[in-house]
């Protein structure tokens, strides 16, 4: 199977969030289902169903969550010899050339993306132009809204 690459603050996530599932909800779930048993006739018990379909979500994810982190691959950018270039886990500052407009984006593993945050992932059309690339280079990315030049003012490694 792939390995699948991962800051450390995403593994950390990724693993408080199975805690979370694993302490809290799934015995949160299991104590609902018991009070559903209790009324009675399990066949139009809405309660009941719905309860089980939320503990099929739960255990869904907590195997979803499992296999990502066991198949897993964390990346600390301060630890790579990346002289200068764009890497997983680097954070780029970056300029469109046409609007003068700049943004800073650090590329991280699909499960951390958060475009709000300024967080891309590595499968992204940005973040796929970027790797390989160096300060000062002009890169080409085609996005939903056309190609758009981009300068990569700074790369650093946090």
Do not use: C, W
Not at 81 to 87: D, E, L, R, S, T
Not at 97 to 123: F, H, M, P, R, W
């Amino acid at each position: 199977m792939t390995r699948i690459p991962l800051t450390a603050r995403g593994a950390e996530k990724l693993r408080d969030e199975l805690k979370e599932l694993k302490s809290v909800r799934r015995p949160a779930v299991i104590k609902a289902i018991a009070e559903a048993r209790e009324h009675g006739d399990l066949k139009e018990n809405a309660e009941y169903h719905a309860a089980r379909e939320q503990q099929s979500f739960i255990e869904g994810r907590i195997a979803e969550i499992e296999a990502k982190l066991s198949n897993s691959q964390i990346i600390d950018p301060t630890k790579a010899n990346a002289n200068g270039k764009v890497i997983f886990g680097a954070t780029v500052d970056l300029a469109d050339a046409n609007s003068g407009d700049e943004v800073t984006y650090q590329i991280v593993g699909e499960d951390e993306a958060d475009i709000k945050q300024g967080l891309i992932s590595v499968q992204s059309p940005i973040a796929r132009a970027l790797i390989g690339k160096e300060e000062g280079e002009v890169v080409d990315v085609v996005v939903p809204g056309g190609t758009r030049e981009l300068e990569i003012v700074e790369v650093r490694y946090q």
